[in-house]
Structures are given as C-alpha cells and as structure tokens.
Antibody
C-alpha cells in the first residue's frame, strides 16, 4: 500500500525551531515529488512547495520562500519541513502529498497530488 | 500567480440531486506538451486530509465513484456530482498544477438540503 505517514503534533513557542517529517512507503520514494500544503485553522489549502527527493530539486511557493526549508533523507524515505524561528502565524495543519506522475511516450507528466499524509498539527503559542 | 476562483462558496443539494461546483483560472492551465489542462479536484471531509478526485480536469482517480465528473471549457472548470450521497458532504477544492505556485481555489462547501 502506498502511504505517507507524518510525524505527530507539535506545540512550540514563538522563536523556536521545528522539523516535521513525512515518511513514504510502498513506492519508489526517490522517483516522485513530495509537496507540502498548509491549512490554517478553519481555512483553505495553501500550496507551500514541492521537492524531488531523487536530487533535492525544490520549488518553493514565493509566499513561503525563505520562511521554511524542505529537505529529504533518501536512505529512510523521509521528507522534512522545517522552520528556524516559528511565529504564532505558523499555527496550522501541515500535509505532505506525493506528486503523482504518468509516463507517456518517454516523458513524465504531473497529474496532481495523489497520496496524502494524515497531517501534522503545529501550534505556536507563548 | 494563477488565481483560482470557485463558485459558489457553499451549496445545499437534496439527496440524489445534482451538485455543480465551478472553478475559474485567471489564465490558461493547458499544457501544450500533452494537451491536458493541469487542473485537479479534491474532496476534504472534516478531520481528514484532502483526497484527489479528478486530475487533468476530467480524469477520475482510481476508486472514485463515477457520479463524480469533471469538465473544462477554456479557463472554466466544473466538478459535477450527479447524484449527491450523504458521504459526499465535504469541502471541494480545485487546484492548478500548471505553474509554480500550484494554487488552490478557496473551497466550496457541499451540504445536504
């Protein structure tokens, strides 16, 4: 079964650092992009960026560029999202999701975010 | 950024009736490489992660009931639930994945009338 399992809920203080994880299984982790999506309390979905664990190629949304860092450890099929200095406004649910691709005539084409983690709740409060 | 605008923000439909959610992109999301619209629809139920329903504007994801369908006309996209069931109560989002950032619509809440 293809799945992404995220790390547990976090409660942090403003200014603290944090790294949350997303572990893939049931597929070739290095062959698919992993994206991150933020959902603030009671709000909609915001795409943060996407990373290719195979070569660490990363594309950040301009809204999140410089605010977070995406990384991966291929050896343990895990992707990470980290903050160096949290703010109260970072309080949200964070989802990782696989970037689904189809091979057509020798080229890969994205078809969307097809497998999602269960989400990690991050609460930042003094 | 490509802005995705959904309408309506919410709708209430009787069981067994048709539900239609609209999504408009501020610019084309049609790829010349494969002649596909890079537009997906997601369903999110309370307390759950989003679930991919439709990709490339009209291709149903494996396992998704065939009462869900997607269509496209230029920069206008539609998700149709042909016969609403109780388990379809959720928020539905469109998303373009044509260009960075992959933007979402604001969501449409579908309820039972």
């Amino acid at each position: 079964e293809v799945q992404l399992v995220q790390s547990g809920a976090e409660v942090k203080k403003p200014g603290e650092s944090l790294k949350i994880s997303c572990k893939g299984s049931g597929y070739s982790f290095t062959s698919y992009w992993i994206g991150w999506v933020r959902q603030m309390p009671g709000k909609g979905l915001e795409w943060m960026g996407i990373m290719y664990p195979g070569d660490s190629d990363t594309k950040y949304s301009p809204s999140f560029q410089g605010q977070v860092t995406m990384s991966a450890d291929k050896s343990i099929s895990s992707a990470y999202l980290q903050w160096s200095s949290l703010k109260a406004s970072d309080t949200a649910m964070y989802y990782c999701a696989r970037g689904g691709q189809q091979l057509v005539n020798g080229d890969y084409y994205f078809y969307g975010m097809d497998v999602w983690g269960q989400g990690t709740t991050v609460t930042v409060s003094s | 950024d490509i802005v995705m605008t959904q309408s309506p923000d919410s709708l209430a439909v009787s069981l067994g009736e048709r539900a239609t959610v609209n999504c408009k992109s501020s610019q084309s999301v049609l790829s010349s490489s494969n002649n596909k619209n890079y537009l997906a629809w997601f369903q999110q139920k309370p307390g759950q992660p989003p679930k991919l329903l439709i990709y490339w504007a009209s291709t149903r994801e494996s396992g998704v009931p065939d009462r869900f369908s997607g269509s496209a006309s230029g920069t206008d996209f539609t998700l149709t639930i042909s016969s609403l069931q109780t388990e379809d109560v959720a928020v539905y989002y469109c998303q373009q994945y044509y260009t960075n950032p992959w933007t979402f619509g604001q969501g449409t809440k579908v309820e039972i009338k």
